[in-house]
């Protein structure tokens, strides 16, 4: 079974957006791997991440917040660690 850090790494750079950034929030767009649309990444000003995709929302929102990442919040992680721009 592949890993949640292992299919964030299968997820390029080049399909990572910085959506727009407001007073509260930092918004990316990851495009999905089937190709057909994209999530909505956030991360508030207290460093808590949020995802839209089936993942998240199925596991995620039930948890402490902030203690579970998609694939979709870890691409972005490591895109932000790659390049430097948060």
Known sequence: MISRIEKATLIHSEDIHESY??????????KGSDGSGYYLVACNHDKLWRCTCEDFSGRGINKEEGSFLCKHIIAVLLHIAKNGDF
């Open 21 to 30: 950034l407001d007073s509260e929030y930092l918004f990316y767009e990851v």
